[in-house]
T-cell receptor
Framework: GAVVSQHPSRVICKSGTSVKIECRSL??????MFWYRQFPKQSLMLMAT?????????EQGVEKDKFLINHASLTLSTLTVTSAHPEDSSFYIC????????????FGSGTQLSVL | GDSVTQMEGPVTLSEEAFLTINCTYT??????LFWYVQYPGEGLQLLLK?????DKGSNKGFEATYRKETTSFHLEKGSVQVSDSAVYFC??????????FGTGTRLKVLA
């Protein structure tokens, strides 16, 4: 059945490096995907909405030059955290909109990013 | 703006105990309300939902009632099992798939 696969589940990187997180839709095509971030003890917050073939729409306060989103195909969206810093350490999770019939959101399992 | 507030965890219960996880919301309109559950190593899964006032969502023994007068959507289960151990997220949406979530509440059920 339809599943959203997110990789990696955990990544540790050095400050200043870039990290790419992948979100894939399996057994369905996703024209719209969403990226969320959760800091410890805070709410899961929407960062951006990604539409296949067009630029992502970022929520207020999210730096689009720092969090690069690419949704080049109907089954893959990527989030790249550029020049990561310790304050970017967070839990990142993607979701994809399943269209046709009853629309619903499917979520990936999340990525725990730790920047040293 | 819209927001969701849910009780902080972790919540630790013995098997067969009664569970309540509180959730309140603020919204300018009439949002749909959800509870999602995340089991270890998996993505968030929709547990139940309610789309209008007084609706009761239910699934797998869990229930939540959309209370407009108290702006609440508390999650309840009469008898929890070890397999219910997970993180529970309360959320709302006003129909645009822009979901607002709470902090998540970790539930641990002991045998």
């Amino acid at each position: 059945g339809a599943v959203v696969s997110q990789h990696p589940s955990r990544v540790i990187c050095k400050s200043g490096t870039s990290v790419k997180i992948e979100c894939r839709s399996l057994d369905f095509q996703a024209t719209t995907m969403f990226w969320y971030r959760q800091f410890p003890k805070q709410s899961l917050m929407l960062m951006a909405t990604s539409n296949e073939g067009s630029k992502a729409t970022y929520e207020q306060g999210v730096e689009k030059d720092k969090f690069l989103i690419n949704h080049a195909s109907l089954t893959l969206s990527t989030l790249t955290v550029t020049s990561a810093h310790p304050e970017d350490s967070s839990f990142y999770i993607c979701s994809a909109l399943v269209s046709g019939g009853r629309e619903k959101l499917l979520f990936g399992s999340g990525t725990q990013l730790s920047v040293l | 703006g819209d927001s969701v507030t849910q009780m902080e965890g972790p919540v630790t219960l013995s098997e067969e105990a009664f569970l309540t996880i509180n959730c309140t919301y603020t919204a300018t309109g009439y949002p749909s309300l959800f509870w999602y559950v995340q089991y270890p190593g998996e993505g968030l899964q929709l547990l139940l939902k309610a789309t209008k006032a007084d609706d009761k969502g239910s699934n797998k023994g869990f229930e939540a009632t959309y209370r407009k007068e108290t702006t609440s959507f508390h999650l309840e289960k009469g008898s929890v099992q070890v397999s219910d151990s997970a993180v529970y997220f309360c959320g709302s949406t006003s129909g645009t798939y822009k979901y607002i979530f709470g902090t998540g509440t970790r539930l641990k059920v002991l045998a």
